[in-house]
């Protein structure tokens, strides 16, 4: 029974995004719609502008910082191990070393956009 209402429903709800897809009235492309996206730079102009090295910095965090949830999330699987406080102490040098790195950007003024 659980089975039969899983299959209608992953059936039903594509065929109902269809449906409302043909129904939906369609919109007219003008320029400002057909012209690409680029986050506060011109696309129209030149492909050669300097990258802002303000948005590489905060990629880069962003990387950092997606890693470290990839790192800390098998914890609450690793704490049942046969060695939490290993665990734990791993825990905390990560996010020691991380947040010296973010003190130290602060610091450094990279986290300054008014420069």
């Known amino acids: 029974m659980i089975l039969t209402t899983m299959l ?13 897809n043909h129904w939906a009235p369609q919109t007219l492309p003008d320029a400002e719609k057909m012209s690409p996206y680029e986050c506060g730079f011109d696309p129209l102009g030149s492909a050669r502008l300097p990258f ?14 997606d890693l470290e949830i990839a790192l800390l999330l098998p914890l609450p699987w690793a704490i049942n191990s046969s060695t939490p406080m290993t665990t734990t102490m791993w825990t905390m040098i ?13 610091t450094q ?7």
């Open 52 to 65: 802002s090295l303000q948005f590489f910095i905060i990629a880069i965090f962003f990387l950092v910082f």
């Open 94 to 106: 990560i996010i020691t070393l991380l947040t010296l790195g973010l003190i130290y950007e602060w």
């Open 8 to 20: 209608l429903t992953a059936l039903l709800i594509p065929t109902l995004l269809i449906i409302i």
């Open 109 to 115: 003024g990279a986290l300054d956009w008014t420069k």
